[in-house]
């Protein structure tokens, strides 16, 4: 651990706690499969300063959230929005499960039919 992954700390329960829970549900742009909590990235790193930045300065977490997400876009969220711009993220793994199986099966009845 390097002095930039030192972990931040509130002196009062219910800000750190705040903190805790937004980096929980917060996706790391760079690992993308963590949350801000969880990754050693140098980017995760400057958001965790910049969240612990904003809750120090009395801003709600509607606000930081609204803030990381106009920087970011909804991908920074782990459970983001269902809205036009990120139905292939809730849709596409169950979109590519579909067109697999779609051409396993063509492939499957073709040499069925050569037999």
Not at 8 to 20: C, G, I, K, S, V
Not at 81 to 97: A, C, E, H, R, S
């Amino acid at each position: 651990m390097h002095a930039a992954d030192l972990p931040l700390t509130f002196r009062d329960a219910p800000r750190q706690a705040r903190y805790e829970q937004l980096l929980n549900e917060l996706r790391c742009l760079v690992c993308q499969n963590q949350s801000l909590a969880d990754s050693q990235a140098d980017l995760a790193q400057d958001l965790r300063n910049e969240v612990f930045r904003m809750i120090g300065a009395g801003q709600t977490n509607a606000e930081i959230i609204a803030f990381l997400v106009k920087r970011y876009g909804d991908f920074v969220l782990y459970k983001p929005p269902m809205k036009d711009t990120t139905w292939l993220l809730w849709f596409g793994p169950l979109l590519m499960l579909i067109v697999v199986g779609g051409v396993w099966w063509r492939v499957a009845r073709s040499h069925e039919n050569r037999a």
